[in-house]
């Protein structure tokens, strides 16, 4: 069952589709990656946000494992960082725990300093390594989504 809901997650985030992506996650689930720290609909909301955003994104994906309890996809991304108008092609391991065939607990890794010297140019290669710089991507990137967040609930 988990490799169905990997399958339809990502077949999905392919097409830009955040909403069938956040059909796959269980009402209480947690996602975190070096950007995003989530719970329960702030997870599908990312997703939404993201694949509303990403105009040129590509996606990859490869399911490395999964069963009923786990699974783990190694995926890339190449997209245009909105707030730069820099290229970046990210290459993230992801790993999942499910409960009732939904993903439960979702874990994008990937390195922060090649994401922000990609991303940031320069200032991101000097600081990427940060935990500075980490913290003011989490707060940007954060605003960004409850802005995502009170502008879907305003149209709704």
Aim: with cysteine; charged share 25%.
């Amino acid at each position: 069952m988990s490799r169905v809901t990997l399958e339809t997650f990502y077949s999905a985030f392919q097409r830009r589709d955040g909403a069938a992506m956040s059909r796959c996650y269980a009402p209480d689930a947690h996602f975190s990656d070096p950007a995003f720290e989530l719970h329960g609909a702030q997870c599908g909301a990312m997703w939404r946000m993201l694949s509303a955003r990403g105009k040129d994104l590509v996606i990859r994906y490869e399911i490395l494992s999964a069963d009923s309890a786990r699974g783990a996809v190694h995926w890339e991304a190449d997209y245009t960082f909105s707030q730069t108008k820099r290229f970046v092609k990210n290459k993230i391991e992801a790993s999942f725990e499910f409960r009732d065939g939904l993903i439960a607990r979702h874990i994008d890794t990937f390195p922060f300093r090649t994401w922000a010297a990609q991303a940031l140019g320069p200032m991101g290669s000097v600081l990427g390594g940060t935990q500075w710089l980490q913290n003011k991507v989490r707060s940007k990137a954060r605003l960004g989504l409850d802005a995502f967040i009170a502008n879907e609930s305003a149209a709704a």
